[in-house]
């Protein structure tokens, strides 16, 4: 069974505290792995695509980066702007596009 | 990218009544599709919606509870039915652009007395 796992579920960083979230998954075919990041009352906000084993992505404070069995979301310097739920996600590879969401990381960073 | 609107944002329900929620995209697309969101919990695939086509049901996801019109290729309904508390949940559109990256909506609260 097709399935996405996320760690931690909650995360509490200081203000310029690095750190990284975590995606584990198992689903067949895998197309493409999404992060995207989910305000309080909003829809996910897509972030990043990653294919391919080795691929990295980068925008502002976040680096995306995928291997065979995970993806990572690594956090540089955060600002209390950057707290939200993340989310990632496994596109399989049936006759349609069909997006495995993981549970979500709450993260929280304080002044 | 895609900018998409939902109505209504929210709204509180009766057990036993229905309630139709609209999603609109500012341009065409051929895939559209519907979201689950309960308390605290993730992302949950009810449906696909083609244009001119049938919906496709997830797994646990029947027509009877959540219908589903796709009369054009900028705009989609998803009917809850005859709701219980237990349909109290985010529900959210999206679409499909941009080699399969899918741009979602605001969401619609839906809360179930």
């Known amino acids: 069974e097709d399935q996405v796992t996320q760690s931690p579920e909650a995360l509490r960083l200081q203000e310029g505290e690095s750190s990284s979230l975590n995606c584990s998954y198992t689903?067949?075919?895998?197309?493409?792995l999404f992060w995207y990041r989910q305000d309080p009352g909003k829809g996910p906000e897509f972030l990043f695509t990653l294919y391919s084993a080795g691929e990295e992505k980068e925008k502002e404070r976040l680096k995306a980066t995928l291997t065979k069995k995970e993806s990572f979301l690594h956090i540089t310097a955060p600002k209390p702007e950057d707290s939200a739920t993340y989310l990632c996600a496994g596109l399989t590879s049936g006759g349609y596009n069909k997006l495995i969401f993981g549970a979500g990381t709450r993260l929280a960073v304080h002044p | 990218s895609a900018v998409i609107s939902q109505k209504p944002s929210r709204d509180i329900c009766q057990r036993g009544t229905s309630l139709t929620i609209q999603c609109q995209v500012d341009?065409?697309?051929?895939?559209m599709f519907w979201y689950r969101q309960q308390p605290g919990q993730s992302l949950t695939l009810i449906a696909t919606a083609n244009q001119g086509s049938e919906a496709t049901y997830e797994s646990g996801f029947v027509i009877d509870k959540f219908p589903i019109s796709r009369p054009n290729l900028t705009f989609s309904t998803l009917t809850v039915s005859n709701m219980s508390p237990e349909d109290s949940s985010i529900y959210l559109c999206?679409?499909?652009?941009?080699?399969?990256?899918?741009?979602f909506g605001p969401g619609t609260r839906l809360t179930v007395l």
């Open positions: 689903v067949s075919g895998l197309r493409g």
């Open positions: 341009s065409q697309v051929t895939m």
């Open positions: 999206s679409v499909e652009r941009d080699s399969d990256t899918q741009y």
